[in-house]
Protein backbone atom coordinates (compact mmCIF):
# COMPACT_ATOMS: atom_id res chain seq x y z
CA UNK A 1 0.00 0.00 0.00
CA UNK A 2 1.38 3.73 -0.77
CA UNK A 3 2.29 6.22 1.37
CA UNK A 4 -0.57 8.15 0.17
CA UNK A 5 -3.16 5.65 0.58
CA UNK A 6 -2.05 5.17 4.01
CA UNK A 7 -2.70 8.37 5.11
CA UNK A 8 -6.24 8.69 3.63
CA UNK A 9 -6.97 5.40 5.60
CA UNK A 10 -6.60 7.05 8.78
CA UNK A 11 -7.77 10.18 7.26
CA UNK A 12 -9.87 10.34 4.49
CA UNK A 13 -11.31 13.22 4.64
CA UNK A 14 -7.54 14.83 3.13
CA UNK A 15 -8.84 12.89 0.13
CA UNK A 16 -12.21 14.64 -0.63
CA UNK A 17 -11.41 18.05 1.34
CA UNK A 18 -9.42 19.84 -1.38
CA UNK A 19 -12.34 19.39 -3.76
CA UNK A 20 -14.56 21.86 -1.73
CA UNK A 21 -15.98 24.07 -4.19
CA UNK A 22 -17.95 27.04 -3.70
CA UNK A 23 -21.00 25.39 -4.72
CA UNK A 24 -20.81 21.92 -2.93
CA UNK A 25 -19.91 24.14 0.64
CA UNK A 26 -23.47 25.84 0.20
CA UNK A 27 -25.02 23.07 -0.59
CA UNK A 28 -23.36 20.92 1.99
CA UNK A 29 -24.22 24.56 4.34
CA UNK A 30 -28.03 24.24 3.61
CA UNK A 31 -27.69 20.93 4.37
CA UNK A 32 -26.71 21.60 7.39
CA UNK A 33 -28.94 24.25 8.36
CA UNK A 34 -31.89 21.90 7.51
CA UNK A 35 -30.30 18.66 9.26
CA UNK A 36 -29.91 20.70 12.34
CA UNK A 37 -33.27 21.71 12.31
CA UNK A 38 -34.31 17.74 12.39
CA UNK A 39 -32.00 16.74 14.92
CA UNK A 40 -33.29 19.19 17.71
CA UNK A 41 -36.63 17.01 18.38
CA UNK A 42 -35.06 13.87 17.60
CA UNK A 43 -32.01 14.31 19.96
CA UNK A 44 -34.57 14.62 22.62
CA UNK A 45 -36.94 11.51 21.67
CA UNK A 46 -33.96 9.42 20.93
CA UNK A 47 -32.66 10.24 24.37
CA UNK A 48 -35.91 9.48 26.03
CA UNK A 49 -35.80 6.30 24.40
CA UNK A 50 -32.65 5.40 26.01
CA UNK A 51 -34.03 6.14 29.29
CA UNK A 52 -31.64 9.28 29.63
CA UNK A 53 -32.46 13.23 29.89
CA UNK A 54 -32.70 15.18 26.73
CA UNK A 55 -29.69 16.49 26.95
CA UNK A 56 -27.43 13.71 26.08
CA UNK A 57 -29.21 13.20 23.13
CA UNK A 58 -28.07 16.50 21.98
CA UNK A 59 -24.20 15.32 23.37
CA UNK A 60 -24.81 12.33 21.49
CA UNK A 61 -25.88 14.65 18.05
CA UNK A 62 -23.04 17.33 18.40
CA UNK A 63 -20.39 14.94 18.44
CA UNK A 64 -21.01 11.62 16.94
CA UNK A 65 -22.00 13.29 12.76
CA UNK A 66 -18.93 14.89 12.35
CA UNK A 67 -16.58 12.27 13.57
CA UNK A 68 -18.37 9.58 11.72
CA UNK A 69 -18.22 11.45 8.48
CA UNK A 70 -14.84 13.06 8.63
CA UNK A 71 -13.45 9.11 9.14
CA UNK A 72 -16.31 7.24 7.47
CA UNK A 73 -16.59 6.31 3.48
CA UNK A 74 -20.27 7.61 3.04
CA UNK A 75 -20.82 11.61 1.85
CA UNK A 76 -24.22 12.11 2.95
CA UNK A 77 -25.11 9.37 5.93
CA UNK A 78 -25.54 11.21 9.35
CA UNK A 79 -24.79 8.98 12.39
CA UNK A 80 -25.89 9.56 15.63
CA UNK A 81 -28.75 8.47 18.44
CA UNK A 82 -31.49 6.38 16.26
CA UNK A 83 -34.36 4.58 17.48
CA UNK A 84 -33.22 0.91 17.33
CA UNK A 85 -29.74 1.44 19.29
CA UNK A 86 -31.31 3.60 21.77
CA UNK A 87 -34.01 0.98 22.12
CA UNK A 88 -31.33 -1.52 22.66
CA UNK A 89 -28.61 0.17 24.81
CA UNK A 90 -31.73 0.35 27.07
CA UNK A 91 -32.43 -2.95 26.88
CA UNK A 92 -28.95 -3.90 27.87
CA UNK A 93 -28.34 -1.32 30.91
CA UNK A 94 -31.84 -1.76 32.50
CA UNK A 95 -30.91 -5.24 34.28
CA UNK A 96 -28.43 -2.98 35.87
CA UNK A 97 -29.77 -0.06 37.01
CA UNK A 98 -33.13 1.05 37.13
CA UNK A 99 -33.46 5.12 35.42
CA UNK A 100 -36.18 5.98 37.73
CA UNK A 101 -34.40 5.04 40.87
CA UNK A 102 -30.84 5.05 39.86
CA UNK A 103 -30.38 7.91 37.04
CA UNK A 104 -26.57 8.36 37.76
CA UNK A 105 -26.00 5.18 37.38
CA UNK A 106 -27.63 4.51 34.50
CA UNK A 107 -26.41 7.64 32.43
CA UNK A 108 -22.79 6.11 33.64
CA UNK A 109 -23.70 2.31 31.54
CA UNK A 110 -25.16 4.23 28.62
CA UNK A 111 -21.51 6.38 28.72
CA UNK A 112 -19.33 3.26 29.02
CA UNK A 113 -21.09 0.80 26.58
CA UNK A 114 -20.36 3.79 23.93
CA UNK A 115 -17.07 3.15 24.71
CA UNK A 116 -16.67 -0.39 24.62
CA UNK A 117 -19.30 -0.06 21.10
CA UNK A 118 -16.73 2.15 19.73
CA UNK A 119 -13.74 0.24 20.37
CA UNK A 120 -15.01 -2.75 19.19
CA UNK A 121 -16.44 -1.07 15.88
CA UNK A 122 -12.31 -0.10 15.59
CA UNK A 123 -11.01 -2.76 16.17
CA UNK A 124 -13.68 -4.54 13.96
CA UNK A 125 -12.53 -1.65 11.07
CA UNK A 126 -8.52 -1.92 11.59
CA UNK A 127 -8.87 -5.60 10.90
CA UNK A 128 -10.60 -5.23 7.72
CA UNK A 129 -13.82 -6.69 8.42
CA UNK A 130 -15.81 -4.87 6.98
CA UNK A 131 -16.47 -8.00 4.01
CA UNK A 132 -18.91 -9.24 6.85
CA UNK A 133 -21.56 -6.73 5.36
CA UNK A 134 -21.04 -8.13 2.06
CA UNK A 135 -23.54 -10.49 2.62
CA UNK A 136 -26.01 -7.58 2.63
CA UNK A 137 -27.36 -7.72 -0.79
CA UNK A 138 -28.81 -4.88 -2.49
CA UNK A 139 -32.80 -6.20 -2.26
CA UNK A 140 -32.05 -6.49 1.75
CA UNK A 141 -30.73 -2.84 1.41
CA UNK A 142 -33.66 -1.54 -1.17
CA UNK A 143 -36.22 -3.48 0.82
CA UNK A 144 -34.81 -1.59 4.72
CA UNK A 145 -35.13 1.33 2.72
CA UNK A 146 -39.03 1.18 1.57
CA UNK A 147 -39.86 -0.72 4.86
CA UNK A 148 -38.15 1.80 7.11
CA UNK A 149 -39.80 4.72 5.03
CA UNK A 150 -43.03 3.59 4.95
CA UNK A 151 -42.12 3.10 9.30
CA UNK A 152 -40.86 6.52 9.94
CA UNK A 153 -43.76 7.83 7.75
CA UNK A 154 -46.43 5.75 9.82
CA UNK A 155 -44.42 6.79 13.13
CA UNK A 156 -45.15 10.83 11.87
CA UNK A 157 -48.75 9.97 11.87
CA UNK A 158 -49.48 11.36 15.99
CA UNK A 159 -47.47 14.82 14.95
CA UNK A 160 -49.59 15.10 11.66
CA UNK A 161 -52.99 14.37 13.26
CA UNK A 162 -52.12 15.64 16.82
CA UNK A 163 -53.01 12.10 18.37
CA UNK A 164 -51.06 10.84 21.52
CA UNK A 165 -50.41 7.52 20.09
CA UNK A 166 -48.75 5.37 23.13
CA UNK A 167 -44.85 5.33 23.00
CA UNK A 168 -43.68 2.21 21.48
CA UNK A 169 -46.94 1.17 18.98
CA UNK A 170 -46.06 -0.52 16.25
CA UNK A 171 -47.19 -0.26 13.05
CA UNK A 172 -50.59 -1.77 12.86
CA UNK A 173 -51.27 -0.23 16.31
CA UNK A 174 -50.72 3.00 15.18
CA UNK A 175 -53.40 2.52 12.52
CA UNK A 176 -55.90 0.88 14.31
CA UNK A 177 -55.09 3.80 16.84
CA UNK A 178 -55.49 6.39 15.00
CA UNK A 179 -58.59 5.32 13.06
CA UNK A 180 -60.30 4.66 16.41
CA UNK A 181 -59.55 7.84 17.88
CA UNK A 182 -60.10 10.21 14.22
CA UNK A 183 -62.64 12.06 16.33
CA UNK A 184 -59.51 12.91 18.75
CA UNK A 185 -57.80 14.37 15.99
CA UNK A 186 -56.54 18.28 16.15
CA UNK A 187 -57.09 19.58 12.45
CA UNK A 188 -55.21 22.77 13.46
CA UNK A 189 -52.12 20.31 14.03
CA UNK A 190 -53.16 18.49 10.77
CA UNK A 191 -53.29 21.80 8.52
CA UNK A 192 -49.37 23.01 10.17
CA UNK A 193 -48.28 19.29 8.82
CA UNK A 194 -50.51 19.37 5.38
CA UNK A 195 -49.16 22.88 4.63
CA UNK A 196 -45.48 21.94 5.55
CA UNK A 197 -46.08 19.17 2.98
CA UNK A 198 -47.29 20.45 0.43
CA UNK A 199 -45.30 23.12 0.52
CA UNK A 200 -42.12 21.05 0.36
CA UNK A 201 -43.55 19.17 -2.93
CA UNK A 202 -44.07 22.89 -4.54
CA UNK A 203 -40.80 24.14 -3.54
CA UNK A 204 -38.60 20.95 -4.32
CA UNK A 205 -40.10 21.76 -7.95
CA UNK A 206 -38.44 25.29 -8.07
CA UNK A 207 -35.61 25.48 -5.78
CA UNK A 208 -34.54 21.76 -4.98
CA UNK A 209 -31.68 22.54 -2.50
CA UNK A 210 -33.81 24.83 -0.28
CA UNK A 211 -37.26 23.13 -0.44
CA UNK A 212 -37.18 21.75 3.06
CA UNK A 213 -35.77 24.35 4.96
CA UNK A 214 -38.52 27.17 3.04
CA UNK A 215 -40.82 24.44 3.82
CA UNK A 216 -40.13 24.39 7.69
CA UNK A 217 -39.82 28.02 7.83
CA UNK A 218 -43.40 28.11 6.34
CA UNK A 219 -45.11 25.54 8.56
CA UNK A 220 -43.67 27.44 11.62
CA UNK A 221 -45.02 30.83 9.57
CA UNK A 222 -48.68 28.74 9.75
CA UNK A 223 -48.60 27.84 13.20
CA UNK A 224 -47.91 31.02 13.98
CA UNK A 225 -50.55 32.40 12.26
CA UNK A 226 -53.14 30.09 13.63
CA UNK A 227 -51.87 30.13 17.20
CA UNK A 228 -49.86 27.35 17.99
CA UNK A 229 -50.04 27.51 21.55
CA UNK A 230 -53.63 28.39 21.82
CA UNK A 231 -54.45 25.33 19.34
CA UNK A 232 -52.50 22.64 21.31
CA UNK A 233 -50.03 22.77 18.66
CA UNK A 234 -46.73 20.70 20.02
CA UNK A 235 -43.76 22.57 19.61
CA UNK A 236 -40.13 21.34 20.54
CA UNK A 237 -40.19 23.27 24.03
CA UNK A 238 -37.81 24.58 26.38
CA UNK A 239 -33.99 23.17 25.43
CA UNK A 240 -31.34 22.76 27.81
CA UNK A 241 -28.54 25.47 27.46
CA UNK A 242 -25.11 22.87 27.74
CA UNK A 243 -22.19 21.77 26.38
CA UNK A 244 -20.90 18.09 26.53
CA UNK A 245 -18.08 18.41 29.45
CA UNK A 246 -15.16 15.76 29.07
CA UNK A 247 -15.20 13.34 31.05
CA UNK A 248 -13.44 10.01 31.52
CA UNK A 249 -15.93 7.12 31.02
CA UNK A 250 -16.09 4.36 34.44
CA UNK A 251 -14.22 1.81 33.24
CA UNK A 252 -13.65 -1.18 35.40
CA UNK A 253 -12.85 -4.72 34.80
CA UNK A 254 -16.28 -5.16 36.65
CA UNK A 255 -18.13 -3.10 34.31
CA UNK A 256 -16.46 -4.21 31.18
CA UNK A 257 -17.60 -8.26 32.12
CA UNK A 258 -21.42 -7.23 32.85
CA UNK A 259 -21.82 -4.90 29.45
CA UNK A 260 -19.42 -6.90 27.17
CA UNK A 261 -22.16 -9.34 25.42
CA UNK A 262 -24.35 -6.65 24.89
CA UNK A 263 -21.55 -4.41 24.03
CA UNK A 264 -20.61 -6.84 20.92
CA UNK A 265 -24.26 -7.38 19.84
CA UNK A 266 -24.81 -3.90 19.64
CA UNK A 267 -20.92 -3.23 17.85
CA UNK A 268 -22.42 -5.65 15.07
CA UNK A 269 -25.81 -4.65 14.70
CA UNK A 270 -25.03 -1.15 14.52
CA UNK A 271 -22.35 -1.56 11.89
CA UNK A 272 -24.61 -3.94 9.80
CA UNK A 273 -27.43 -0.86 10.17
CA UNK A 274 -24.86 1.89 10.06
CA UNK A 275 -23.46 -0.01 6.36
CA UNK A 276 -26.98 -0.83 4.90
CA UNK A 277 -27.64 3.17 5.22
CA UNK A 278 -24.62 4.41 3.76
CA UNK A 279 -24.99 1.89 0.78
CA UNK A 280 -28.98 2.36 0.26
CA UNK A 281 -28.12 6.55 -0.21
CA UNK A 282 -25.07 5.02 -2.20
CA UNK A 283 -27.81 3.34 -4.66
CA UNK A 284 -28.59 6.81 -5.48
CA UNK A 285 -25.72 8.75 -5.22
CA UNK A 286 -23.65 6.23 -7.01
CA UNK A 287 -21.08 6.49 -4.62
CA UNK A 288 -18.12 3.68 -3.91
CA UNK A 289 -18.92 2.36 0.11
CA UNK A 290 -15.49 1.60 1.75
CA UNK A 291 -17.15 -0.87 4.98
CA UNK A 292 -13.75 -1.19 6.37
CA UNK A 293 -13.34 2.75 6.82
CA UNK A 294 -17.18 3.11 7.92
CA UNK A 295 -16.88 0.41 10.73
CA UNK A 296 -13.55 3.12 11.88
CA UNK A 297 -15.48 5.79 11.24
CA UNK A 298 -18.46 4.08 13.52
CA UNK A 299 -15.91 3.37 15.87
CA UNK A 300 -14.27 6.57 16.31
CA UNK A 301 -17.31 7.85 16.45
CA UNK A 302 -18.78 6.13 20.07
CA UNK A 303 -15.44 6.15 20.85
CA UNK A 304 -15.21 9.99 21.12
CA UNK A 305 -18.74 10.63 22.19
CA UNK A 306 -18.33 8.24 25.19
CA UNK A 307 -15.34 10.89 26.66
CA UNK A 308 -18.24 13.74 26.29
CA UNK A 309 -21.10 12.44 27.86
CA UNK A 310 -23.23 10.99 25.11
CA UNK A 311 -24.24 7.76 24.51
CA UNK A 312 -24.03 5.07 22.01
CA UNK A 313 -25.03 5.30 18.32
CA UNK A 314 -25.08 4.73 14.83
CA UNK A 315 -26.48 5.76 11.21
CA UNK A 316 -29.55 7.66 11.30
CA UNK A 317 -31.87 6.66 8.05
CA UNK A 318 -34.25 9.55 9.08
CA UNK A 319 -31.10 12.21 9.19
CA UNK A 320 -29.56 10.67 6.26
CA UNK A 321 -32.47 10.87 4.07
CA UNK A 322 -32.98 14.22 5.24
CA UNK A 323 -29.44 15.22 4.46
CA UNK A 324 -29.08 14.11 1.01
CA UNK A 325 -32.64 15.13 -0.44
CA UNK A 326 -31.63 18.59 0.71
CA UNK A 327 -28.81 18.23 -1.47
CA UNK A 328 -25.51 17.39 0.40
CA UNK A 329 -22.49 16.93 -1.33
CA UNK A 330 -19.94 15.63 1.17
CA UNK A 331 -19.51 15.11 4.81
CA UNK A 332 -19.24 18.46 5.78
CA UNK A 333 -23.01 18.62 5.73
CA UNK A 334 -22.81 16.57 9.08
CA UNK A 335 -19.86 18.60 10.42
CA UNK A 336 -22.18 22.21 9.68
CA UNK A 337 -25.08 19.97 11.43
CA UNK A 338 -23.25 19.23 14.06
CA UNK A 339 -21.78 23.00 14.65
CA UNK A 340 -25.53 24.55 14.15
CA UNK A 341 -26.76 22.39 16.63
CA UNK A 342 -24.17 23.95 19.36
CA UNK A 343 -25.05 27.24 17.92
CA UNK A 344 -28.67 26.68 18.22
CA UNK A 345 -28.00 25.52 21.93
CA UNK A 346 -25.95 28.48 23.20
CA UNK A 347 -27.07 30.90 21.32
CA UNK A 348 -31.16 30.44 20.01
CA UNK A 349 -32.52 28.14 22.23
CA UNK A 350 -35.32 30.02 23.03
CA UNK A 351 -36.39 30.38 19.17
CA UNK A 352 -35.80 26.55 18.57
CA UNK A 353 -38.13 25.98 21.11
CA UNK A 354 -41.23 26.91 19.30
CA UNK A 355 -40.06 24.83 16.45
CA UNK A 356 -43.36 22.81 15.46
CA UNK A 357 -43.98 19.08 15.87
CA UNK A 358 -46.43 18.96 13.22
CA UNK A 359 -44.17 20.99 10.38
CA UNK A 360 -41.70 18.28 11.09
CA UNK A 361 -43.87 15.51 10.78
CA UNK A 362 -44.88 17.13 7.44
CA UNK A 363 -41.25 16.99 6.51
CA UNK A 364 -40.44 13.66 7.48
CA UNK A 365 -43.50 12.39 5.79
CA UNK A 366 -42.33 13.47 2.26
CA UNK A 367 -38.58 12.05 3.33
CA UNK A 368 -40.28 8.71 4.53
CA UNK A 369 -41.93 8.33 1.16
CA UNK A 370 -38.94 9.15 -1.08
CA UNK A 371 -36.78 6.90 0.97
CA UNK A 372 -39.11 4.27 -1.35
CA UNK A 373 -36.70 3.67 -4.17
CA UNK A 374 -39.65 2.81 -6.37
CA UNK A 375 -37.17 2.22 -9.79
CA UNK A 376 -35.15 -0.48 -8.23
CA UNK A 377 -38.27 -2.39 -6.73
CA UNK A 378 -39.38 -2.27 -10.10
CA UNK A 379 -36.37 -3.86 -11.65
CA UNK A 380 -36.04 -6.32 -8.96
CA UNK A 381 -39.93 -7.30 -9.63
CA UNK A 382 -38.59 -7.88 -13.19
CA UNK A 383 -35.20 -9.38 -12.93
CA UNK A 384 -35.63 -11.92 -10.01
CA UNK A 385 -38.77 -13.56 -8.19
CA UNK A 386 -35.73 -14.80 -5.64
CA UNK A 387 -34.80 -11.28 -5.14
CA UNK A 388 -38.24 -10.19 -4.91
CA UNK A 389 -38.98 -12.42 -1.94
CA UNK A 390 -35.44 -11.30 0.19
CA UNK A 391 -36.83 -7.69 -0.51
CA UNK A 392 -40.33 -8.36 0.84
CA UNK A 393 -39.20 -9.92 3.80
CA UNK A 394 -36.74 -7.34 4.68
CA UNK A 395 -39.36 -4.35 4.05
CA UNK A 396 -42.19 -6.47 6.25
CA UNK A 397 -39.63 -7.09 8.66
CA UNK A 398 -38.50 -4.07 9.32
CA UNK A 399 -42.31 -2.53 9.39
CA UNK A 400 -43.54 -5.21 11.74
CA UNK A 401 -40.69 -6.64 13.62
CA UNK A 402 -40.10 -4.09 16.80
CA UNK A 403 -35.87 -4.36 16.57
CA UNK A 404 -34.77 -2.83 13.52
CA UNK A 405 -31.82 -4.70 13.14
CA UNK A 406 -33.30 -8.15 12.93
CA UNK A 407 -35.48 -7.17 10.05
CA UNK A 408 -31.93 -6.95 8.39
CA UNK A 409 -30.86 -9.87 9.82
CA UNK A 410 -33.73 -11.61 8.28
CA UNK A 411 -33.45 -10.39 5.02
CA UNK A 412 -29.95 -11.19 5.06
CA UNK A 413 -30.96 -14.78 5.98
CA UNK A 414 -33.20 -14.82 3.21
CA UNK A 415 -30.99 -14.08 0.55
CA UNK A 416 -27.86 -16.59 1.88
CA UNK A 417 -30.61 -19.56 1.60
CA UNK A 418 -31.45 -18.81 -1.75
CA UNK A 419 -27.84 -18.18 -2.71
CA UNK A 420 -27.17 -22.05 -0.79
CA UNK A 421 -30.01 -23.02 -2.60
CA UNK A 422 -28.45 -21.98 -6.15
CA UNK A 423 -24.97 -23.10 -5.25
CA UNK A 424 -25.95 -26.45 -3.87
CA UNK A 425 -27.34 -27.12 -7.33
CA UNK A 426 -24.48 -26.36 -9.93
CA UNK A 427 -25.99 -26.31 -13.46
CA UNK A 428 -24.51 -29.49 -15.10
CA UNK A 429 -24.88 -29.12 -19.28
CA UNK A 430 -24.46 -32.50 -21.89
CA UNK A 431 -21.84 -31.19 -24.41
CA UNK A 432 -21.20 -32.33 -28.14
CA UNK A 433 -19.01 -31.13 -31.04
CA UNK A 434 -20.91 -28.59 -33.47
CA UNK A 435 -20.22 -28.77 -36.93
CA UNK A 436 -18.27 -25.78 -36.89
CA UNK A 437 -15.51 -27.39 -34.42
CA UNK A 438 -17.07 -25.78 -31.21
CA UNK A 439 -18.30 -27.53 -28.07
CA UNK A 440 -22.05 -26.90 -27.82
CA UNK A 441 -24.95 -27.27 -25.09
CA UNK A 442 -27.19 -30.39 -26.91
CA UNK A 443 -30.08 -28.61 -25.30
CA UNK A 444 -29.30 -25.52 -27.74
CA UNK A 445 -29.06 -27.85 -30.81
CA UNK A 446 -31.00 -31.24 -30.95
CA UNK A 447 -29.14 -31.77 -33.78
CA UNK A 448 -26.30 -32.33 -32.14
CA UNK A 449 -24.21 -36.00 -31.48
CA UNK A 450 -22.49 -37.36 -29.07
CA UNK A 451 -19.87 -39.80 -28.77
CA UNK A 452 -21.07 -43.14 -27.76
CA UNK A 453 -17.97 -43.87 -25.45
CA UNK A 454 -17.25 -40.52 -23.72
CA UNK A 455 -19.66 -38.12 -22.46
CA UNK A 456 -18.86 -34.56 -22.03
CA UNK A 457 -20.13 -32.44 -19.63
CA UNK A 458 -19.78 -28.66 -18.47
CA UNK A 459 -20.53 -27.99 -14.71
CA UNK A 460 -21.23 -23.85 -13.80
CA UNK A 461 -20.73 -23.55 -10.26
CA UNK A 462 -18.03 -24.47 -7.09
CA UNK A 463 -18.26 -27.86 -5.94
CA UNK A 464 -18.04 -28.05 -2.19
CA UNK A 465 -20.11 -29.67 0.58
CA UNK A 466 -23.75 -28.16 -0.19
CA UNK A 467 -23.36 -29.02 -3.71
CA UNK A 468 -21.24 -32.47 -3.55
CA UNK A 469 -24.69 -34.68 -3.32
CA UNK A 470 -26.14 -32.80 -6.39
CA UNK A 471 -23.37 -33.61 -8.12
CA UNK A 472 -23.16 -37.00 -6.97
CA UNK A 473 -26.63 -38.05 -8.10
CA UNK A 474 -26.13 -36.94 -11.58
CA UNK A 475 -22.94 -38.93 -11.83
CA UNK A 476 -24.75 -42.13 -10.01
CA UNK A 477 -27.39 -41.87 -13.08
CA UNK A 478 -24.53 -41.46 -15.45
CA UNK A 479 -22.60 -44.92 -13.74
CA UNK A 480 -25.75 -47.14 -14.85
CA UNK A 481 -25.23 -46.02 -18.59
CA UNK A 482 -22.71 -47.84 -21.14
CA UNK A 483 -19.96 -44.86 -21.04
CA UNK A 484 -16.89 -45.52 -19.11
CA UNK A 485 -15.15 -42.27 -20.25
CA UNK A 486 -16.09 -38.77 -18.49
CA UNK A 487 -14.54 -35.20 -19.23
CA UNK A 488 -15.51 -32.63 -16.97
CA UNK A 489 -15.27 -29.12 -18.65
CA UNK A 490 -14.59 -27.60 -15.74
CA UNK A 491 -13.88 -23.77 -16.44
CA UNK A 492 -17.04 -22.73 -14.64
CA UNK A 493 -15.93 -24.48 -11.30
CA UNK A 494 -14.28 -22.02 -9.09
CA UNK A 495 -13.59 -23.74 -5.97
CA UNK A 496 -13.22 -27.12 -4.57
CA UNK A 497 -13.16 -27.96 -1.01
CA UNK A 498 -12.32 -30.83 1.16
CA UNK A 499 -15.57 -32.53 0.89
CA UNK A 500 -15.78 -32.11 -3.11
CA UNK A 501 -11.70 -33.41 -3.54
CA UNK A 502 -12.40 -36.81 -1.06
CA UNK A 503 -16.22 -37.74 -3.18
CA UNK A 504 -13.98 -36.58 -6.46
CA UNK A 505 -11.16 -38.88 -5.84
CA UNK A 506 -13.74 -41.55 -5.03
CA UNK A 507 -15.83 -41.05 -8.41
CA UNK A 508 -12.24 -41.01 -10.18
CA UNK A 509 -11.68 -44.99 -9.13
CA UNK A 510 -15.06 -46.05 -9.66
CA UNK A 511 -14.64 -45.01 -13.35
CA UNK A 512 -10.99 -46.76 -13.73
CA UNK A 513 -12.71 -49.72 -12.07
CA UNK A 514 -15.06 -49.38 -14.58
CA UNK A 515 -12.35 -49.78 -17.40
CA UNK A 516 -12.69 -46.04 -17.79
CA UNK A 517 -11.54 -42.66 -16.60
CA UNK A 518 -12.70 -39.13 -15.17
CA UNK A 519 -10.72 -36.00 -16.82
CA UNK A 520 -10.72 -33.10 -16.43
CA UNK A 521 -10.57 -30.01 -18.79
CA UNK A 522 -9.86 -25.82 -18.16
CA UNK A 523 -9.96 -26.66 -14.42
CA UNK A 524 -8.79 -23.23 -12.87
CA UNK A 525 -5.63 -23.63 -10.38
CA UNK A 526 -7.41 -22.19 -7.52
CA UNK A 527 -9.76 -24.96 -7.66
CA UNK A 528 -6.87 -27.58 -8.29
CA UNK A 529 -5.87 -26.39 -4.29
CA UNK A 530 -7.30 -28.50 -2.03
CA UNK A 531 -6.82 -31.13 -4.87
CA UNK A 532 -3.34 -30.69 -4.41
CA UNK A 533 -3.01 -30.09 -0.91
CA UNK A 534 -4.61 -32.88 0.00
CA UNK A 535 -2.80 -35.26 -2.03
CA UNK A 536 -6.25 -35.71 -4.02
CA UNK A 537 -4.34 -34.93 -7.08
CA UNK A 538 -2.37 -37.50 -7.35
CA UNK A 539 -5.40 -40.04 -6.42
CA UNK A 540 -7.19 -39.14 -9.68
CA UNK A 541 -3.75 -39.27 -11.48
CA UNK A 542 -2.37 -36.32 -12.82
CA UNK A 543 -2.68 -37.69 -16.35
CA UNK A 544 -6.62 -36.91 -16.06
CA UNK A 545 -5.99 -33.44 -16.05
CA UNK A 546 -5.56 -31.13 -19.01
CA UNK A 547 -5.15 -27.69 -19.73
CA UNK A 548 -7.45 -27.93 -22.86
CA UNK A 549 -10.45 -29.90 -24.14
CA UNK A 550 -9.54 -30.67 -27.29
CA UNK A 551 -5.87 -32.02 -26.21
CA UNK A 552 -8.06 -33.74 -23.36
CA UNK A 553 -10.05 -35.75 -26.09
CA UNK A 554 -7.21 -36.38 -28.23
CA UNK A 555 -5.33 -38.28 -25.53
CA UNK A 556 -8.80 -39.79 -24.14
CA UNK A 557 -9.61 -40.88 -28.01
CA UNK A 558 -6.64 -43.36 -27.55
CA UNK A 559 -8.37 -45.30 -24.49
CA UNK A 560 -11.42 -45.75 -26.24
CA UNK A 561 -13.24 -48.97 -27.46
CA UNK A 562 -11.47 -49.19 -31.13
CA UNK A 563 -13.90 -52.13 -32.31
CA UNK A 564 -16.86 -49.67 -30.78
CA UNK A 565 -15.00 -46.88 -32.56
CA UNK A 566 -14.96 -48.75 -36.05
CA UNK A 567 -18.71 -49.71 -36.03
CA UNK A 568 -19.76 -45.86 -34.86
CA UNK A 569 -21.17 -43.48 -37.58
CA UNK A 570 -21.33 -40.70 -35.48
CA UNK A 571 -17.34 -39.59 -35.48
CA UNK A 572 -17.87 -36.12 -33.90
CA UNK A 573 -14.48 -35.90 -33.21
CA UNK A 574 -11.19 -35.37 -35.25
CA UNK A 575 -9.51 -38.59 -34.43
CA UNK A 576 -12.47 -39.94 -35.67
CA UNK A 577 -11.84 -39.31 -39.09
Request: proline share 4%; glycine share 8%; charged share 15%.
Amino acid sequence: MSKTKVIYRFFPFLEWLPKTTKSTLTADLIAGITGTIISIPQSVAFAMIAGLPPVYGFYASMIAPPIAALFGSSNQMISGPTTAISIMSFAAIKHFADPSAQLNEFIMYSILIAFMVGVIQLLMGIAKMGKLVNFVSHSVVIGFTAGAGILIAFKQLKHVFGIHVPQGTPLIGIVQYISSHISEANWYVFAVAMGTLVSAILIKMVLPKFYMLLAMIIGSLIAVFIGAEAHGIETVGEITKALPPFEVPNITWDNLRKLAPSALAIAILGLVEAVAIARAIALRTRQTIDSNQEFIGQGLANLVVSFFNGYVGSGSFTRSGVNQQAGAKSPLAAVFAATFLVIVLVFFKSYAAYLPKPAMGGIILLVGYNLIDFHHIKQVIKSSKRELIVLAVTAVGTMFIPRLEFAILLGVLTSFIFYLERTSSPNIATMAVGASGNFKNIIRDDSLQECPQLKIIRIDGSIYYGSVEAVAEFFAELNNTDYKHVLIIARGINFIDLAAAEWLSYEAEKWKEKGGGLYFANLKLVAQDVLRNGGFYEKIGPENFFEDKRVAIASIYANLDKDICASCDVKVFRECE
